[in-house]
């Protein structure tokens, strides 16, 4: 099982970028499908974007739609997740989660995958 460990948020200006990454530990990284979510206080986790295991399929939330590219490396492990023309409602915590095999119709919803992250912290300022 893979154990997926964030990095790359920051404090940002409204309208900017940010790229988080995902570095999975283990063997079979090709063999999961990747996701992240986020998390503002007091509301649920939200999915933000998945990607396939060849990384050919992508979705994404509707809120981050032509702003936002999830793409991977498996021969590095990792996920990606660019986040563009960014807004003060994109502020929450982010989380990457691994879930193994194909990417399903059920891919939105967090309890279809079983290994995350602690999360990255992302704060947009107005």
């Known amino acids: 099982q893979v154990q997926p460990v964030e990095s790359g948020g920051g404090l940002v200006q409204a309208g900017g970028s940010l790229r988080l990454s995902c570095a999975a530990s283990?063997?079979?990284?090709?063999?999961?499908?990747m996701a992240w979510f986020r998390q503002a206080p007091g509301k649920e986790r939200e999915f933000v974007a998945a990607?396939?295991?060849?990384?050919?399929?992508?979705y994404y939330a509707d809120s981050v739609k032509g702003r936002f590219t999830i793409s991977r490396d498996n021969a590095k492990n990792t996920v990606y997740l660019q986040m563009n023309s960014l807004k003060p409602e994109d502020t929450a915590m982010y989380y990457c989660?691994?879930?193994?095999?194909?990417?399903?119709?059920?891919?939105?919803?967090?309890?279809?995958?079983?290994?995350w992250g602690q999360g990255t912290q992302v704060t947009v300022s107005s």
């Open positions: 990607v396939s295991r060849s990384g050919t399929l992508t």
């Open positions: 283990g063997r079979t990284f090709s063999s999961y499908t």
């Open positions: 989660a691994a879930r193994y095999g194909a990417i399903s119709g059920v891919y939105y919803t967090t309890a279809a995958y079983n290994s």
